[in-house]
């Protein structure tokens, strides 16, 4: 039963740490979504890659968001420094072009920022 | 701009029937999903409407209207597992790739009652 799996699933840091989240998208699915959730904003969209490369990156915070696909079986969302605004839910979706139309959502990673 | 409304909440009782609004004004359009939210869970994936009509799958249907910017969703002989937030998403931006990002909804929580 192939998933989508993120690391950490829960993570509590302080203001001004740096926090990396972690996506391993199922294999052979060539693209990558990284969404933040909130009771507030709801499910954004921050960042999205194909074939590693990234093709859409304007929802993120570019000044302390950063989001990285180092190869095919790894997604990497970094912030730095770390805010208390930026204590949400973060998804990691996979999907496959031109074959499936959906995304399949990873159990997503539980940040708060003290 | 784009704009995805959905009633914020929805009672029904076991057995019953809901039906679920989602109106849309998107640039550009390119299907529209739905997507099923437990509490403390990842999205995951009901639906997928690109041509006008109706779309079943067991107890749940979708219907889009693109000319109205309108969907639906049928949840019928509601069961209490049924309880979860039903989130709309419009896949938008399809001049730049050909499998482009989704906007979701802020998503409409229903609830099942014995």
């Known amino acids: 039963d192939a998933r989508v799996t993120q690391t950490p699933r829960h993570k509590v840091t302080e203001m001004g740490q740096e926090v990396t989240m972690r996506c391993q998208p199922i294999?052979?699915?060539?693209?990558v979504f990284w969404y933040r959730q909130t009771m507030m904003q709801g499910l954004e969209l921050l960042a999205y890659?194909?074939?590693?490369?990234?093709?859409?990156d304007s929802g993120m915070p570019k000044d302390r968001f950063s989001a990285e696909m180092p190869d095919a079986t790894l997604a990497t969302l970094k912030i730095q420094p770390s805010e208390p605004r930026d204590s949400a839910v973060y998804f990691c979706a996979s999907g496959l072009t031109g074959v499936a139309y959906e995304q399949y959502f990873g159990p997503g990673t539980r940040l708060t920022v003290t | 701009g784009q704009n995805i409304d959905q009633p914020t909440e929805m009672t029904a009782t076991e057995g019953a029937i809901v039906q679920i609004n989602c109106t849309y004004q998107?640039?550009?359009?390119?299907?529209l999903f739905w997507y099923q939210q437990h509490a403390g869970e990842a999205p995951t994936f009901l639906s997928y409407?690109?041509?006008?009509g109706l779309e079943e799958k067991g107890r749940f249907s979708s219907f889009l209207s693109r000319s109205k910017g309108y969907s639906y969703l049928l949840l019928k002989e509601l069961q209490m597992k049924d309880s979860a937030s039903y989130l709309c998403?419009?896949?938008?931006?399809?001049?730049?790739?050909?499998?482009?990002?989704?906007?979701f909804g802020a998503g409409t929580q229903v609830v099942v009652t014995p």
């Open positions: 998403a419009v896949r938008t931006d399809p001049s730049t790739d050909s499998w482009g990002k989704l906007q």
């Open positions: 409407n690109v041509l006008d």
């Open positions: 294999l052979g699915h060539n693209t």
């Open positions: 998107t640039s550009g359009f390119n299907g």
């Open positions: 890659f194909r074939n590693r490369a990234p093709l859409d």
